[in-house]
């Protein structure tokens, strides 16, 4: 019941809801149930259809859920095969000797690149025009953030396509640098598509949602990791200062970053004290650091197993 009134769900045949209520002496109430019958929470609008009637419901199941029908599953493997694909190509595009040969334009390398690139970005383009239009509520489409990163993963492409396009026939030599910065910008954001693999991960959708509910206690951690590095920082750089004026630690600000990388456990060598005061500070700095971060994680475990028990039946 919500708000006064019976929603049946939609795994529910209207025969069995009414014998229910008849069952439970709530008939007084079936005006309201046929009232708000078609009426479907926020939350559910953009949900499966358990019994997809129009075409438009059958492709929404198409590529809503894989588990939907064996299209659906092979439509989902070839979504994971483009994204694997794709970040593959992002990754040894960057190797040295791949990038000599891309340099050069009359390679086939650089063709062989491309060509697979553009099969990845319309395979993402389709999949992102037809699961905007067959969900049924575009306002909650336009809402999820998972859909925002699948426009971020192919708009870089269609930018890139026209900005080289528009250098090819700059003779300004400054914006066609200025342009050449912002395709590396672009470029950059193509990483943003190993993220599309989250949809496919029941484990990734499940950690999602157990940072979602644990933001206070991170939020609490983060506050107080942050007034260490402050303390421990400026306490570190008079002590370290004040011994060596050559020391690494010139500033707050260097030695903040000292702190930084003490307190997070990772201890690059790149700063480290030299004075018997500054080893007694970073002996505190890394006992504080290590109870501020095991401070909240029993909490997170305890959520992450309400979630987990909560989701996994569902996802």
């Not at 909240?296 to 028990?309: D, N, Q």
């Amino acid at each position: 019941q919500s708000s006064g009134q019976f929603y049946k769900p939609s795994c529910v045949s209207s025969d069995q809801f009414n014998l229910e209520l008849q069952f439970f002496g709530l008939t007084n109430h079936y005006k309201d149930y046929v009232t708000s019958l078609e009426k479907e929470p926020k939350s559910r609008k953009n949900a499966i259809h358990e019994n997809p009637t129009t075409l438009i419901e059958r492709l929404w199941n198409f590529f809503k859920d894989p588990k939907s029908s064996q299209a659906a599953k092979i439509w989902a493997i070839i979504d994971v095969f483009a994204i694997t694909v794709a970040v593959i190509l992002f990754i040894v595009e960057t190797m040295p000797a791949v990038k000599r040969e891309l340099e050069n334009p009359n390679k086939i390398l650089k063709s062989t690149f491309f060509v697979a690139e553009t099969i990845c970005v319309l395979f993402f383009t389709v999949e992102l025009i037809g699961r905007l239009i067959c969900c049924p509520d575009k306002i909650v489409f336009l809402k999820t953030l998972m859909n925002w990163i699948d426009f971020i993963t192919i708009i870089p492409y269609f930018v890139q396509l026209i900005a080289e396009g528009h250098d090819s026939a700059e003779t300004d030599q400054t914006t066609a640098s200025s342009n050449t910065e912002a395709i590396v910008v672009l470029r950059v954001l193509r990483v943003v598509r190993v993220l599309k693999l989250a949809r496919h991960s029941k484990g990734i959708i499940i950690v999602t949602k157990t940072l979602t509910s644990s933001v206070n206690e991170l939020a609490l951690l983060l506050f107080f990791w942050f007034i260490g590095v402050i303390i421990f920082g400026s306490i570190m750089y008079y002590i370290e200062y004040s011994f060596d004026n050559e020391s690494a630690f010139s500033s707050i600000l260097h030695s903040s970053w000292w702190a930084v990388v003490t307190m997070s456990t990772v201890g690059y060598g790149d700063m480290y004290p030299k004075s018997a005061w500054g080893k007694l500070v970073a002996s505190v700095c890394m006992m504080f650091s290590m109870i501020i971060i095991a401070l909240p994680v029993t909490v997170i475990v305890s959520k992450f197993t309400r979630v987990y028990a909560k989701y996994k039946d569902k996802i």
